[in-house]
């Protein structure tokens, strides 16, 4: 049998019969793994005037997504680190080699993608052709039994590295399903929670205006008054709530539009006292503005809508005559106005306040009734005007929310 010379002879074949070059059995694998055949699906029926899709299969997400040259480092590292093993060991240690570089294809493709574990195939049989088999450092095999052995090596170290692969992307649609089953069963369960609250916040001022009416007829005067005004109430709360459902879908689907113009900032804080008079009488109430206090520039109907739910919600979520305070102004140095509703109430517990400003977040302690959505509307309408809500603690118990809005003064806004 010929030998052929190392990079320009013709390099002999590995099986008996014709020659043919050793590269052409790595080409074949090569081609046949690129192009195996796809299942062939019938074509949908179509009527005149159609147009005819195509829906190309679409390729796994982990084979199919590019390899970075960190995986085809690492396969070559790899291959290079028991190609220094090998060189130590007993020549007559070749075949125990070859299945180390084996072992190492499958265990690469349970790390890299397809296209370092075809590199790491190939340039395992190269590798072990040239420097382990006998005769050495030539691409030439003597023995028949190595030729055979040598001539499935690439395709097993293939197979099974594909098969390897395969069985990593299973187990990640699976982990995926997984967590999709999980995400949807969360859901169903905040769906369930939130269509039993609603229900109930519902049937609470529908059961208390029934109710009123009925007793409506043939009441005194003094009690006809005290029945219209339960019958306010719920009324308002009633609105409250389908206001707050409402905005609350707005402000996820990016239809609130701010409408920014200047806006004096005690009408904003009046405007917002007076919107909760029923919630917040019994409460001792101060507000303290500077006599300066210029205008801001926001929107007159989105920042009255949130600093009334941070009254609203320092009114019902501390006790009868607990006193609450607002503030307002420009910070000094800076380029925010603020307007700040400060109560003596319980405070919040430190497990709540990381998600204050988060959907259906309700503390223990809580009132009966409520979505939770007061906090998330009021970070929302503050945040689809370019500023942002804080808490903290006031300063002698209770809590202290502050909106702040960037401010410029109406010069410099003419100025720019």
Known sequence: MGTGVKGLSPVPSVFSGPPAPTARIFL??????????????PLPNLEPGDALSIDRPKPDALSASPSGWGEYGLAVGVLGVLTGIGLALPASTYLSIGLLYLLAVILLSLRVGRGPVVLAGLLSAVTWDYLFIPPHFRFAISNPQDRLMFGTYFPVALI?????????????????????????????????????SVSHELRTPLAVITAALENLDGAAPAMQAGLVGEMRVA??????????????TRLETGALRPRLDW???????????????????????????????PS?????????????NLLLNAAVHTPPATPI??????????????????????????AIRGQLFKKFVRGETARAGGL?????????LVAAQGGEVGYNENPGGGARFTIYLPHVTPQAAESE
Do not use: W, Y
Not at 28 to 41: A, E, G, K, N
Not at 164 to 188: G, H, N, W
Not at 235 to 248: F, K, M, S, T, Y
Not at 263 to 292: F, K, Q, S, W, Y
């Open 296 to 308: 801001v520039r926001a929107d007159f109907t989105l920042t009255e809508q949130a600093l009334g």
């Open 325 to 350: 305070r607002v503030t307002a102004g420009v910070e000094g140095g800076s380029q925010r106005a603020f307007f700040s509703v400060a109560d003596h109430g319980p405070g919040l517990p430190p």
């Open 235 to 248: 009324a308002r709360r009633l609105n409250r709530l389908v206001g707050n459902l409402l905005d609350q």
């Open 160 to 196: 099974a590295g594909q098969l390897a692969a395969r069985i990593r992307a299973q187990a990640a649609r699976d982990r995926r399903r997984t967590e999709a089953a999980k995400l949807l069963a969360e859901s169903e369960k905040l769906h369930r929670a939130l269509l039993d």
């Open 28 to 41: 074949f694998c090569l081609l046949r793994l690129r192009f195996q055949r796809q299942p062939v699906r």
């Open 263 to 293: 806006c004096d900032a005690r009408d904003l804080v009046n405007a917002a006292i007076d919107g909760n008079r029923d919630a917040l009488a019994g409460h001792p109430l101060t507000v303290e503005m500077p006599d300066d206090l």
């Open 372 to 380: 939770g959505l007061g906090l998330a509307i009021v970070g929302g």
